[in-house]
C-alpha cells in the first residue's frame, strides 16, 4: 500500500481538523501492489533497466498487505488524489531538480 507524501499530510490533517469518531486509523491508498509493479514503473518513468533477482520464496512469507483505510474513509470521506505513477514521477521530477541544484552529475 503506497501513498504519496502530501497525500498523507494531508488526510492527518483532516484527522486533526475535526471530532475524531474512532481513537485509530489507517490511512493509505487503499490499493495494494506488487514490488514487480513499482519495479515496471520505475523504469518507465527513469527509462532505466533494473536488474531483478528471482529467489525462491519462503513458506512464511507473506505474500500480500494493504490497510484497510475504511475507518477514515468512512468518517472522513477522503482518500488519496494522487495516483501511484504520478506520486513517483512527482517523486524523481522532485529528485531530479535537487540533483540539478546541487549542481551533482
Do not use: H, W
Not at 514503473?41 to 505474500?63: D, F, G
Not at 470521506?77 to 541544484?101: H, N
Amino acid at each position: 500500500d503506497y501513498v504519496y507524501v502530501k497525500d498523507v499530510t494531508g488526510m492527518v490533517s483532516e484527522v486533526f481538523d475535526r471530532d475524531n469518531i474512532q481513537p485509530l486509523y489507517n490511512i493509505g491508498s487503499g490499493k495494494g501492489t506488487s514490488l514487480n509493479e513499482i519495479i515496471s514503473i520505475a523504469e518507465e518513468i527513469t527509462q532505466k533497466r533494473i536488474e531483478r533477482e528471482v529467489n525462491e520464496v519462503p513458506s512464511t512469507y507473506l505474500k500480500y498487505v494493504m490497510l484497510d483505510t475504511s475507518r477514515f474513509t468512512d468518517d472522513f470521506g477522503t482518500f488519496p488524489s494522487v495516483g501511484l505513477e504520478d506520486g513517483m514521477r512527482r517523486t524523481y521530477k522532485y529528485i531530479q531538480d535537487e540533483i540539478a541544484k546541487a549542481g551533482i552529475r
